[in-house]
């Protein structure tokens, strides 16, 4: 807090200075005097006084979409909290006389200086006094609504929306927007600025966005524009993207010819897919990672195939359990505490047509680990701050036992499907998380929760968010998670937690929910007693 120079702070402090004892009065007139020059500073702009407009937006001349749709968001709820309509113009405009203004992104530029080359994508800044708020952020040329366009205005407006109007968005569309009604608007004075913390959080759509089950197309594309803006709104946003997926879906089609060495030896002496496993489909083969000419050609790959927005080297196995038992590849392994492991018993369950058969393979974890360094050993070659991304998945889920890692190596820990939330479930998250953490590995959080319960009301908001919060605090870069099914009304306290924790991950969960619950008003008790039952 900034201490206002005025005649009140004075006086406080030289009273405090000042040894001798003073009556109550004095010092409560001190008081009152300083937190009187206290809200006089902390004022601010009026933007809406007695539902009338006292400020304008002012855009560059030339907007970006991004610019505009920034101002576009602040003036509907302007409008929907006060009734007042904000115009924009451009700057450069004669305003009348004891109007403020609102500058958005570039049109804030001389009061912000934002240099998008250096500042993080989604970043922003925000200043006012009496007589400007000014909001600017990196901005990118892209449609606003697109996760991966960088929204920095955008979102510094949302934060003064959430922050200082107390604006909350429960669930898509207008039903969903929490905006209370008044006939006076002000933002106070004040300087802040803001980097992501996460560098990329995703919460991913195509299930909720399947052709069937909608009244019609219209509905259908009604919602997902409705949901496109919900996000936004909570700012998600793939700042860096880490969009790779699995790594090796091509390669048997481009190298089990020639290559079939680079792919799992199976039990029964063969190199392919396992016929075990989802019918043995090309694209779900597991890789020999300990061959080193496989190394030389993911680095190869990955030069023909890196850009400044995706610069890792993918390798994320295949979505599958790791399945090769040569013999190097074994060599490479390190049973984790409680694992049985046994080649024999692979080989019978393996015979015998089981798809579990990897699991007398124990875990895989060390094998994985060490196959991520031997890869960003050979791209070492071609730079030498190379970063190799690589999963926790399947039968490589546990931390290593004896690999230790680096920060150039990024790792997506993948927990199991986890309802219902019990103690052993979540303490088995937390040493993963804690046990790939100690590896010197950078760590982004690759859940499948959402796809628990369908349209069940089920509800593990209180569970997951502070698991969340385990895993924010101890080191998280990101979040990917498959998927936002839509089921508002039976799960909506849980996934409005899994909203605001992309943001807020070091909130406590009651505070999130006490957010949720108070959207509702009067009935705040009755719908908190409803999804408690």
Known sequence: MIWPATLGSKLFHSLARNRKRFTRHELLMAIMVTL??????????????????????????????????AADELRYHAK??????????????????GMGEVRLGRAAH???????????????????????????????????????????????????????????????????????????????????????????????????????????????????????????????????????????????????????????????GRRRSDPAYCGGANELVSMCVSTPELWRQIVEDWQHTRTIHRPWINCAENDTAGRCVCPNCLAWDVPAAGDKVSLDEAKAAYAAGKPDW????????????????????????????????GYAYANFVKPPVNTRLNNRVVIAIVPAMMYPWTDAKRQAFRDQWEGWAATGARLYLRPNYTLDGHAMPIDYAEAFGDDFRFAYERGMIATDFDSLTGQWAVQGPTLYVLMRVQH??????????????NGFGSAAHAVRDYFDY
């Open 110 to 268: 001389g009061v912000i200086e934002m240099d998008d080359s250096s500042q993080p994508a989604n970043a922003f800044a925000v200043v006012c006094d009496e007589r400007v708020l000014c909001i600017a952020g990196n901005d990118g040329e892209g449609s606003p609504l697109a996760d991966d366009v960088s929204a920095g205005t955008l979102f510094g407006v949302y934060e003064v929306l959430e922050t200082h109007f107390g604006v909350r968005w429960l669930w898509p569309g207008e039903l969903g927007e929490v905006v209370s009604t008044c006939e006076n608007w002000s933002v106070p004075a004040m300087r802040m600025s803001e980097q992501p913390r996460l560098l990329h959080t995703r919460l991913r759509t195509g299930h909720g966005n399947a052709l069937t089950g909608w009244s019609s197309a219209a509905a259908r594309n009604h919602y997902i524009h409705d949901q496109q803006v919900f996000l936004r709104r909570h700012r998600l946003a793939r700042g860096v993207s880490l969009e790779y997926g699995h790594a090796f879906i091509e390669y048997w089609d481009r190298f089990g010819k020639n290559h079939p060495e680079w792919f799992n030896l199976l039990p029964d």
């Open 80 to 97: 929907k909290a006060t009734g007042a309509e904000l115009a924009i113009q451009s700057v450069g405009v004669t305003l009348p006389e």
């Open 504 to 517: 807020h991950g070091d909130w406590p969960v009651s505070r999130i929910l006490d957010e949720y619950y």
């Open 358 to 389: 990897t699991d007398h393979l124990g875990s895989l974890s060390d094998r994985y680990a060490r196959f991520c360094l031997a890869v960003q050993n050979e791209a070492r070659k071609i730079d030498d701050q190379a970063v190799v991304l």
């Open 36 to 69: 009187a020059a206290m809200a006089d500073v902390a004022r601010g702009m009026d933007l809406v006084v007695n539902g009338q407009a006292k400020a304008v937006i002012l855009l560059p001349e030339k907007p970006l979409p991004m610019e505009r749709y």
